[in-house]
C-alpha cells in the first residue's frame, strides 16, 4: 500500500482547447478509503486513468509513496481497477481469475490468498466455477476479489462498482467493499458521482468540479462546512439552499420583499454582500414572525415513523426556491416563515465559503 | 398436460410446409428417386436399391476426390482463420480510416466467383502474370497448368485471397463488441499481447468464430467454379474436387443414377461435417459453463 499525492496535476487531452485537469493538489494517506465525487463531465474517468497509468502523466505531478509514478506502465504502478461492471476472464475459474494478478507468486501461496479474499467475500462457494455461471453481484465480487490480490498492491480504484448491482445488494456490497478495506488496510480510490456512495464508503472525500478539486475533507465536513457554493449543492439530497443578502457588522441580513431587512444570524465576517446557505435539515417552518417569509407550494413525503410522516417542504422565497427537511403534519400551501438555526449559516463570497476558498486550500 | 386440441392450427403452417417442400424435400426426393433406380427412359426404369451408392463408395475417383476435398478445406481453414484474425486484430477499432479499410477489404468477397478464378489464372500464367513471373523470376519453374503442386499453391492462394476478408470481417465484428474496460483491465494485470488475445479476446470471439468455421466450412466443401475456372481440375486429376467430378459424372457422361448416389452421399457428408462440428463446439460450450 501506498500514499497516493498529487501536486498540482494539470492534464489536457492532445488538440482539445482546455485544460480536462488544472492544478489538482490531494494527499491520500496510506490505507485510506477515499472518494473522488463529481457529476459527469467533472474529469472523473481522466483522473482514474491518469493514477491507474492508461494515461500517461506530466512529470512531477503524481507520486505514489515519493516515487514519480507519472510515466510508469500501470502494472509497475502496482495499481488495480474494479470496473463500472465486472470484468473478469471469460474463460477462466474463479479461482484462475483471482489468481491471474499474482502469477509470480508460488503456486501454493496464490491459492491460499485467494482462498482468503474469496471466503472474506463469500465466494468461496464458486470458485471453481467459469464467470459466466454467476451472478452479477458474484461477478462483482469476483472483480473486486482479484483488484485485491497482488500482494504488493499500492492503490485499488473503484470506478463506479456498484452501478451494474441492483439496488437491494448496493448497501451490502458497499459494507462488504469497506470491511474488507479496513482489513486489508487498503489505499482505496473510489470514483462515483453518486454522493451517498461517496458519503458512506469514504473516510474523507474529494469533491470533483469542472477539472478542479473543489474541498478535500470528511463526509461531516463535506455536509457542515462546505468550502464551494458547489459542495454545498451537489452534497445533499437536495443540496444546500441559497439566497442572496449581505453582512453588516457581523450580522447576516436580507432584503424582504416590502423594503424591509431582516436578520437571519451572526456571521463574523468582513462586511460587504454575500450568499447565505443553509442545509433543508437546518431549516423548519415556523409560525414566528422573525423567520424568512416564504410561500409554501408542495410537500413531498419521504418517510414515516411513530406515526409522524417526514419529508420535504417545496416553498419559494421571492422567486428562490427554498426547501425544507422536517416533520410534515400540519403543514399547508400558503404564506409561512422559515426559521434557520442561525449558527449553522454559511456564507459564500464568489463561490467561495467566506474563510475558505482556493487561496485558503 | 391437458391443452386443447386444435388441428386446424397445422392449417397455417401448410404454406410454410409448401414452400420447404417445393424448395427443398420435393427436389431433394427426385435426386434419391434417381439414386435408388436405373432409369432409361419415361417407362423403362429398374429398381436397383443402394447398387448406385455401393459403386460410389467403392469408386477410387470418387474416394480420391474425396481426400482432396478433405485436404482442401482444412488447408484453407488452416490459413485463413488464423490469418483473419490476424487480419482483424491489425484493423484500428477507430479512426477515420476503418470505414475505408473495411470496404478494401471487402472487395474480394463482392467478385463473382468465375471472376475470382479468371483473375487468378491471368495472374498466375507463367508467360504473362505478374505473379507467375514473379515465381520463375526467382529461379522457380512455376507452371501451374503442370505441375499438381503448383496447382494447389495457386489454388490454395486464390481462396485465401478470396476468403480471409469474411473471417477478419467477422473476427473484427466481435472484436468490437469487446469493451474496453476488458482491455484495461488486461494491461493492469500486465498481461502480455499473447495473454490478452488468449484471455480475452479469444473467448469473446469463439461465437462468431463458430460461423466463420461455418460457413468456410461448408464452402470450401463445396467449392466448385474457381477451380473449374483456374484448372479445370487438373493436371491429371489432381485438383478435381467432388462437386467437379459430380458436375462431369451427371452432365459430361449423363450417369443419372451414380450421380444422384453421389449427390445424396455428398450431402449428407456436408451436413454430417457441420454437424459435427457444431455439436463438438456446443459440447466444449457446456464444459467451460
Known amino acids: ?361 | 398436460m391437458n391443452r386443447p386440441q386444435n388441428n386446424r392450427a397445422w392449417l397455417g403452417v401448410l404454406p410454410v410446409l409448401l414452400i420447404v417442400a417445393f424448395s427443398a424435400v420435393i427436389p431433394l426426393m427426385t435426386v434419391v428417386n434417381y439414386s435408388v433406380q436405373d432409369i432409361f427412359d419415361v417407362n423403362t426404369r429398374l429398381f436397383v436399391g443402394f447398387d448406385w451408392y455401393r459403386e460410389t463408395l467403392r469408386d477410387p475417383r470418387f474416394l480420391d476426390a474425396l481426400l482432396r476435398q478433405l485436404g482442401f478445406s482444412a488447408l484453407v481453414l488452416a490459413i485463413e482463420l488464423p490469418l483473419g484474425i490476424l487480419v482483424a486484430r491489425a484493423i484500428p477499432r477507430e479512426g477515420r480510416w476503418v470505414g475505408l479499410i473495411l470496404v478494401l477489404l471487402a472487395i474480394p468477397l463482392l467478385i463473382p466467383w468465375n471472376v475470382v478464378g479468371t483473375i487468378w489464372q491471368l495472374f498466375a500464367r507463367p508467360d504473362i502474370g505478374l505473379f507467375g513471373q514473379l515465381v520463375n523470376g526467382l529461379g522457380i519453374e512455376f507452371n501451374y497448368t503442370a505441375e499438381p503442386l503448383h496447382a494447389w499453391v495457386t489454388l490454395i492462394m486464390m481462396d485465401v485471397w478470396h476468403w480471409t476478408s469474411l473471417v477478419a470481417l467477422l473476427a473484427f465484428s466481435g472484436l468490437t463488441a469487446i469493451p474496453a474496460a476488458c482491455y484495461q483491465a488486461a494491461v493492469m494485470d500486465g498481461a502480455g499481447s499473447w495473454q490478452v488475445f488468449r484471455h480475452v479476446e479469444l473467448p469473446r470471439l469463439t461465437a462468431v468464430l463458430v460461423i466463420a468455421v461455418l460457413l468456410r466450412l461448408m464452402d470450401s466443401f463445396m467449392i466448385y467454379t474457381e477451380p473449374f475456372v483456374l484448372t479445370g481440375g487438373g493436371p491429371g486429376n489432381s485438383t478435381t474436387f467432388l462437386s467437379q467430378y459430380l458436375t462431369s459424372m451427371a452432365v459430361g457422361q449423363f450417369d443419372l443414377g451414380p450421380a444422384a448416389a453421389f449427390s445424396v452421399l455428398y450431402f449428407l457428408a456436408v451436413l454430417l461435417l457441420c454437424w459435427l462440428f457444431y455439436t463438438s463446439v456446443i459440447a466444449s460450450d457446456g464444459e467451460r459453463g
Open chain 1, 1 to 361: 500500500m501506498a500514499e497516493i499525492r498529487l501536486e498540482g496535476l494539470t492534464f489536457r487531452y492532445p488538440n482539445a482547447s482546455e485544460a480536462t485537469l488544472s492544478e489538482l493538489t490531494l494527499a491520500v494517506p496510506r490505507g485510506e478509503a477515499h472518494a473522488l465525487l463529481g457529476s459527469s463531465g467533472a474529469g472523473k474517468s481522466t483522473l482514474l486513468n491518469l493514477l491507474s497509468g492508461l494515461l500517461p502523466a506530466p512529470p512531477g505531478s503524481i507520486f505514489f509513496d515519493d516515487v514519480d509514478v507519472g510515466r510508469l506502465e500501470p502494472w509497475a504502478r502496482k495499481v488495480t481497477q474494479v470496473f463500472q461492471f465486472p470484468v473478469l476472464y471469460e474463460a477462466m475459474t474463479v479461482l484462475e481469475n483471482l489468481c491471474f494478478p499474482m502469477r509470480e507468486l508460488a503456486a501454493g501461496e496464490q491459492q491460499r490468498r485467494a482462498r482468503d479474499v474469496a471466503e472474506r467475500l463469500g465466494i468461496h462457494g464458486v470458485l471453481t466455477a467459469k464467470p459466466a455461471a454467476l451472478t452479477l453481484v458474484q461477478k462483482q465480487l469476483a472483480a473486486i476479489g482479484k483488484a485485491l490480490m497482488r500482494p504488493d498492491v499500492s492503490l485499488v480504484l473503484l470506478d463506479e462498482p456498484l452501478t451494474a448491482a441492483e439496488p437491494g445488494h448496493k448497501w451490502r456490497l458497499r459494507q462488504t467493499l469497506r470491511a474488507l478495506q479496513a482489513d486489508l488496510g487498503a489505499t482505496m480510490i473510489y470514483v462515483t458521482h453518486d454522493q451517498t456512495e461517496a458519503l458512506t464508503f469514504a473516510d474523507r472525500v474529494s469533491v470533483l468540479h469542472e477539472g478542479r478539486i473543489l474541498q478535500t475533507g470528511t463526509p461531516e465536513a463535506l455536509v457542515d462546512a462546505p468550502d464551494h457554493e458547489h459542495v454545498g449543492y451537489f452534497v445533499g439530497s437536495p443540496g444546500m439552499n441559497l439566497i442572496d443578502g449581505e453582512v453588516r457588522n457581523g450580522r447576516a441580513l436580507i432584503r424582504t420583499g416590502d423594503g424591509g431587512v431582516l436578520e437571519l444570524g451572526a456571521l463574523p465576517v468582513a462586511d460587504g454582500p454575500c450568499r447565505f446557505g443553509f442545509r433543508p435539515e437546518w431549516a423548519v417552518l415556523s409560525q414566528e414572525p422573525e423567520g424568512l417569509p416564504v410561500q409554501v407550494h408542495a410537500t413531498r413525503t419521504l418517510g414515516a415513523s411513530r406515526g409522524e410522516t417526514h419529508g420535504l417542504v417545496v416553498a419559494e422565497h421571492q422567486g428562490t426556491e427554498i426547501f425544507t427537511r422536517q416533520n410534515l403534519a400540519g403543514v399547508v400551501p400558503g404564506p409561512a416563515r422559515v426559521r434557520i438555526e442561525p449558527e449553522r449559516l454559511v456564507g459564500f463570497r464568489d463561490g467561495w465559503r467566506v474563510g475558505a476558498g482556493p487561496a485558503g486550500q
